[in-house]
Every structure is written in structure tokens, then in C-alpha cells.
């Protein structure tokens, strides 16, 4: 096996930082079952709209989770194929 170069550790390491918090994985989990809205998330979460987007921020950062704007509204998705594998 080769060895990584120290950049993609970091990104791996980023990216089980992102894992390690419970309700990042209660997003991930409702996500499962499709695109939804930060307010629909946070409802779902029964999290604040600030706190779950904070969250949905940093998902996207590791691409765990893809975003689009529709008018006033931000959807997201599971955009990592391994998540719902």
C-alpha cells in the first residue's frame, strides 16, 4: 500500500472530525430519506434553524452533504455515494 501524502490525511481526518458529532450524524440519518430544507432539518433534528445550518455548513465543507439555493430557501442532499451505500 502506498502512503498517503499529508494533505489527504488531513482530509480524512477533516472528515471523521465532521462524523464524530451526534447531531451531524441525526442529519446524515434524516437525510436518508431525501433533499430537504434547513427548517424542514432542523424540525426533524428538533434543533434550532442558526445551530443546524452551522452544521450543514461544515457537512459541506468535508462533502458530506451537497446544497442548493431555490428563492429564500437552501435544500440539501447526501452528496457522498458511502453514506447511504
Same mark, same amino acid.
Given at each position: 500500500?502506498?502512503k498517503l501524502p499529508p494533505a489527504a490525511?488531513?482530509? @480524512? #481526518?477533516?472528515?471523521? %472530525?465532521? $462524523?464524530?458529532?451526534?447531531?451531524?450524524?441525526?442529519?446524515?440519518?434524516?437525510?436518508?430519506? +431525501?433533499?430537504?430544507?434547513?427548517?424542514?432539518?432542523?424540525?426533524?433534528?428538533?434543533?434550532? @434553524? #442558526?445551530?443546524?445550518? %452551522?452544521? $450543514?455548513?461544515?457537512?459541506a465543507g468535508t462533502g458530506l452533504v451537497?446544497?442548493?439555493?431555490? +428563492?429564500?430557501?437552501?435544500?440539501?442532499?447526501?452528496?457522498?455515494?458511502?453514506?447511504?451505500?
Amino acid at each position: 500500500m502506498d502512503k498517503l501524502p499529508p494533505a489527504a490525511l488531513e482530509q @480524512v #481526518a477533516a472528515y471523521f %472530525r465532521t $462524523l464524530s458529532e451526534p447531531t451531524r450524524l441525526r442529519i446524515l440519518n434524516v437525510l436518508g430519506t +431525501g433533499e430537504m430544507s434547513v427548517g424542514e432539518i432542523a424540525q426533524h433534528i428538533e434543533s434550532s @434553524v #442558526a445551530n443546524t445550518s %452551522r452544521h $450543514l455548513v461544515q457537512m459541506a465543507g468535508t462533502g458530506l452533504v451537497a446544497r442548493e439555493s431555490r +428563492g429564500n430557501s437552501v435544500y440539501y442532499r447526501v452528496a457522498d455515494p458511502s453514506i447511504n451505500a
